[in-house]
T-cell receptor, first 114, second 110 residues
Framework: DGGITQSPKYLFRKEGQNVTLSCEQNLNHDAMYWYRQDPGQGLRLIYY???????QKGDIAEGYSVSREKKESFPLTVTSAQKNPTAFYLC?????????????FGSGTRLTVV | GQQVMQIPQYQHVQEGEDFTTYCNSS?????IQWYKQRPGGHPVFLIQLVKSGEVKKQKRLTFQFGEAKKNSSLHITATQTTDVGTYFCAGEGGANNLFFGTGTRLTVIP
């Protein structure tokens, strides 16, 4: 079955550490996205990539980094520069960067700073 | 920047009652999408509206896109406990990415 796989489901990070969240899709989608969701709030765009080896900052990119070396993979690194990283992180993909086909979301990674 | 506001933020209804959530944009939208996120889950795409004044139905769900393409609504008739979750609208921003509304969390009381 095609879909998006995010791992791990839960992640605990000590202050000052960098952590990387995995996102893999087998839908052959060109575009991939990372969103952050805080409790009771909507989704805020962190980074997006329309094509391999290219990505753009979203609304809240500070303290995050990404790479897009393969079409299937779009990992997100939460760096120590991110002051409030505890949140639910969602990865999504869409066909050829066309938002009007709808996004497919992964099941998310819940990151907690301890 | 582009903003999409949704009201209400929370809604509690008795099972069998109707429910409506409203979405308002500060700018004209080329299209609008609706997503449902179950508690503890991830957003799932429901539908897209493109034309001014468009109305689409999915069983008990009715979606409308305003004439000016700045607002939209989702109406659920005779809610069921399976309808619980947060409903988001989303408009297309620049570079083909979506900006999401604040969401309406629906609770259905059996």
């Amino acid at each position: 079955d095609g879909g998006i796989t995010q791992s791990p489901k839960y992640l605990f990070r000590k202050e000052g550490q960098n952590v990387t969240l995995s996102c893999e899709q087998n839908l052959n989608h060109d575009a991939m996205y990372w969103y952050r969701q805080d409790p009771g709030q909507g989704l805020r765009l962190i980074y997006y990539s329309q094509i391999v080896n290219d990505f753009q900052k979203g609304d809240i990119a500070e303290g995050y980094s990404v790479s897009r070396e393969k079409k299937e993979s779009f990992p997100l690194t939460v760096t120590s520069a991110q002051k409030n990283p505890t949140a639910f992180y969602l990865c999504a993909s869409s066909i050829s960067g066309q938002a009007n086909y709808g996004y497919t979301f992964g099941s998310g990674t819940r990151l907690t700073v301890v | 920047g582009q903003q999409v506001m949704q009201i209400p933020q929370y809604q509690h209804v008795q099972e069998g009652e109707d429910f409506t959530t409203y979405c308002n944009s500060s700018t004209t939208l080329s299209n609008i999408q609706w997503y449902k996120q179950r508690p503890g889950g991830h957003p799932v795409f429901l539908i897209q509206l493109v034309k001014s004044g468009e109305v689409k139905k999915q069983k008990r769900l009715t979606f409308q896109f305003g004439e000016a393409k700045k607002n939209s609504s989702l109406h659920i008739t005779a809610t069921q406990t399976t309808d619980v979750g947060t409903y988001f609208c989303a408009g297309e921003g620049g570079a083909n990415n979506l900006f999401f509304g604040t969401g309406t969390r629906l609770t259905v009381i059996p």
